[in-house]
């Protein structure tokens, strides 16, 4: 009797309790890959800019406003200045123009939730990638499109080496694009 | 045949090579302290007794307030933080692109141009200013160190005032009105003015004017170390002008007599280049033959061909014996030879050489010599033709006479007798810099009201009753002339980070006699008017002058024609005679060109560069010769007593090979009293002993007595460090060819003197590598060990470049200096007179690198281009590459030294804007090297993607590359067939160090070539 109820724990429970932890433990991985990754991260911002309404519908273009990425490793944020271009006399009355007036006249930065990250360590660098023709939406997804500006891609480096290794298949329009290093220093140093 | 069959008699370097006295007479220790790469006692630290007694309660009290300081501050796991733009953002500033701005060094006289690279608004970079005229693109070590000083936490950030024994933050307001009615109140009685040499003609404008506002006033300067005896020399051989300056580039034979023109003395930056375009490999014939007179060996004696040891006070006999040689008269020379131990057959090569090349030759006495030597060395010149050689396009210049000795005791004995009402001391630090035999200190106790303006608290400011910060000199406005036809400005790259103002704008306030009319721009406006009304007029530009200025702003100097003063006639006869050579122990007191009178005391990227010769960090001692080590019966680390005239000095002796006996020397600005925690004990300060009224000169003091004093002290040197253990190095170093030489005469003979080997040639198992790097770009670097002369800026360069941290002087002592690159020093030949040469090593980036196999986790990888790659996140520590690397160029934090170092002093927030940001920050656990500057690489294929151009090798310089005043070092990309780095690495002369374990570095060196005579090849 005693024999067969440790058989029974050993043969049947223990294997049991196991694997159904292990299946829990996979699944929830990869069901929660994605936000752990910062997919789908979508901020309330202190003024509610819409990308669809500036870069959709008026079409500015994305380097009016991000003027490093072509030059810097950043692409850049505006001043508050770049926005007060139009906005001293565009939609004055509207309650976030009138919040962002407000910060430009007080002199004080606006403090912008930041949602695409890359680690510390590693040097990812705006300029080499649209000087090789890369669209932002390659990366940032359809920005055009978007109300509230959210993390529509996985910013690993499974991601990065992913369309460095394959670059052809991944960007297809793109002629002049060879793949990418996939040497440590081309982003560690 | 493999390289070590390959040896011959001619190829093999037939001397011994050695690092210092343990390893020369195998000393018992040696083997256990250079053994090991990584010492013992590693885990002493770890002794459960001396944990800190933290109570078990307390731990849980402290674990549950962190628990929920943790739970509150991770409220939204998925937040990254913000991004804080600018609101409106300055013109020229783009985040992430660095700016790069000229100016004008001001830490000491020379005044060279700098180039600051800033990011963001703050500087993190300083280089030379290729466009000025006389430095050229380069800086010493000092320059690119004087950044750190810009951040460092214990700088002055108040006005302060005294109030009994300690002193309170005031107002500048309050300082400036209370100083100002005091000024008006001094009434009859003197007002002092102490500064340095003002190289600055505005600064110097604003010191008139203040002078010429309080009728009492004067001004008086000096420096630690000075050129006025030369000065005065040279105003007796009948010069009009200061002294001329020299083109070394024109001379074939150099005689230096106590001079390390190398190193510390005279015009450093432009010495070196011009020198340097003698060492040209590929211009055998242009050699120059350097010959060195000196006592103790210095950077010259090191870079000398040949060196001829001599006591400073046996060096007017000497110039008599080379007079007498010139005339044809050598019959003495043996006599001489033997009475000081010297080669007779180098003198007499000296003075065949000197006749030979006449007009093309130069003697240069050191600043430290006596004015009836320099008189006489002028009149040698002036025989020789040599005059030829004195230049005529430009002109050295300086603003002012430094005060004599006469002047400042004067100063000194008013100031005792309370006839002085005041003293502001104007960036200058005299209670540490003047002989306490001088009585300065106590002379200021006299004096009721002492001011002084000073970048961080020193010994002066220490006596005063007000410390007024000043700004560094990246925070401040200003100009400077050293030369006839050169001006250079000044600029800020930053804001002044705490409440400190510009000297001259604080003399300025107290001119207008109203603390409210100081404004930021008070100096900027007071310079621009001196500029119009002088420069600008004398220039003849066309341009208006707002574009003028801009222009001069741009490039940071502008050339002004001007007439020179020169004539040169010697006439004068040497009227006293100097005291004899006795016999006696004689000390020498140099320069520091490291820390210069004392100012970088507190400078952690400067007192850990080891010094250029010993090899010594962190410290100052007394060099002695091995023979006087042995009559004093002293080791290594032994104190001794000096003493002359009741002056005395207890410090620590180090055995220096080549010295001459019976003297000692000492280098100056060490032992600060009142310095911040970085400087805090390190050295002694020998100033006491500079004695303005001796016979022969200040620095060179005869007749010291010196005594054994019982008790010894460490000092930390790196020479020892990675060495193999020694049995095998003795075994092996003769075939290893880690340094290779030759003469140049056995070169010119027969260029093949190393014979067709280059590392390259061996056969490998792993011929995938060729494949590998056989197209695209691979990198590599050539050092030019002819044009090395072993300064150390490189280092200071890559420090600063990389973040390295500073590890503080006892974790040198363990062997864990984080230097990625270093300069090897190795002797070969007698102790008595031993031949120096110096290495740079750093990651050789071998295209088979033993640390790559030998890594558990992958984290030290190979690049398509050639680099040796280092992955800080994937590393765990287990140190295996290191040990695995022949090269010993793999440096680990033990620490994380930002936090270990004096308490976290690198952590401060200020001292973090330090940091270049396209360089990762390393922390404890975690192997680090050189990565031949792979941000610059990067940065420069992002550059040519960005233009749409082809990238190429040459667009890419290291930091080391730029920082070598000589450009010993060249990089670039071995594959591209025009490149200076192709025909470098394919010389005759190159060759890579331990090329027989055929793990093929990227790191060729050329072989140094001595000039000898023919005779001895």
Known sequence: MKKSFIDHLLRIRLPLTIFTALAAFTFTYFISKAE?????????????????????????????????????????????????????????????????????????????????????????????????????????????????????????????????????????????????????????? | MSEIDNVTKENMPDENYWRGFNELYNEPGFAEQSGPEFQDKVTDEFNPEHLSGLSRRKFLALIGASAALAGAGCSNYRDKGDIVPYNKKPEETIPGEPNFYASTCTECSLACGLLIRTREGRPIKVDGNPDHPVSKGKICSRGQASILNLYDPERLQNPLKRFGDVFNKITWKNADTEIINALNNTGSKGIAVVTNRIVSPSSLNVINAFISRYPTAMHYSYELVNDSIRQSAWAKSGNKGLFPLISWDKAKIILTLESDVLNAEGELIETLQQFAKNRDIDKPDSFSRLYAVEANLSVTGMNADYRIKLRPDAISDFLVLLNNGLNGNTSAVKNFADKFNIKEKTIKYLISDLLKYKGQSIIYAGDKLPEQIHISVNKLNDLLGNDALYRKDTEKVYLHNLSTSVELNRLINNMKSGKIGAVIHLDSNPAFHFSASMGYSEALKKVPFVVTLTESENETSELSNYVLPLNHQFESWGDAQVRSNVLSLQQPVIQPIFATRQKEAVLLTWLSGRPENYNETTYYNYLMKCWEQTYYKNSGSEADFTSYWNNSLHDGVAISPKKLSQSMEVSVMPDKSLPNYDGNYILILKENVLLGDGRFANNGWLLELPHPVTKIVWDNYASISAGAAKELGVKNNDFINISVNRRQLKIPVFIQPGCTDKTITIELGWGRKKVGVVGTSAGFNANDFINYDDVFSPWIIQNVSVQKAGGSYSLATTQEHHSFDKEREQDLHLKRNIIRE????????????????????????????????????????????????????????????????????????????????????????????????????????????????????????????????????????????????????????FYNFRDKFKSGYQQENLFTLLYNPEVTVRSRGVMEKCTFCIQRITKAKQDATAEKTEFKGSSVRTACQDSCI??????????????????????KLAYYVLEELNIRPNVAYMAKLRNTRSEEA
């Open chain 2, 966 to 987: 000589t450009e010993a070092i060249s990089f670039g990309d071995q594959h591209d067939k025009d490149s200076v780095i192709r025909e470098k690495m394919e010389h």
């Open chain 1, 36 to 189: 752990r990754d910062g997919v789908g991260y979508t901020p309330d911002q202190p003024i509610n800019f819409s990308h669809k309404l500036h870069a959709g519908t008026m079409k500015i273009d994305c380097q009016y406003c991000h003027i490093g990425v072509e030059k810097s490793r950043h692409a850049l944020v505006p001043a508050t200045e770049t926005c007060m271009n139009c906005h001293k006399i565009a939609r004055k009355d509207k309650p976030e123009i009138k919040k962002l007036t407000a910060y430009y006249e007080a002199n004080k930065p606006i403090h912008w939730k930041r949602i695409h990250k890359v680690p510390d360590f590693a040097y990812f660098n705006h300029s080499a990638h649209v000087n090789k023709g890369i669209d932002c939406i390659s990366c940032h997804g359809d920005v055009r499109n978007m109300d509230k500006i959210g993390q529509m891609n996985s910013f690993t480096m499974a991601a990065c080496l992913d369309c460095h290794r394959t670059a052809h298949d991944k960007l297809p329009d793109n002629k002049i694009i060879k793949n990418g290093p996939d040497n440590c220093y081309a982003c560690h140093r």
């Open chain 2, 742 to 893: 030759a003469t140049v005469d056995a070169f010119r003979k027969n260029p093949n003197i190393f014979g067709e080997a280059n590392g390259k040639g061996h056969k490998t198992f792993y011929t995938e590598t060729d494949q590998l790097f056989s197209k695209g770009v691979k990198w590599g670097m050539a050092i030019d060990l002819n044009k090395c002369t072993g300064c150390g800026a490189c280092i200071v360069a890559c420090t600063s470049e990389n973040n390295v941290p500073v590890v503080g002087k006892e974790q040198v002592e363990r062997g864990r200096e984080m230097h990625w690159i270093r300069v090897d020093r190795y002797y070969s030949g007698p102790v008595e007179e031993p031949k120096v040469s110096t290495q740079v090593m750093l990651c050789q980036h071998c295209d088979h690198a033993p640390c790559e196999n030998v890594c558990p986790v992958v984290a030290t990888t190979h690049s398509p281009d050639g680099l040796n790659q280092m992955v800080y996140n994937r590393c765990v520590g287990t140190r295996y590459c290191s040990n695995n690397c022949p090269y010993k160029v793999r440096r680990f934090n």
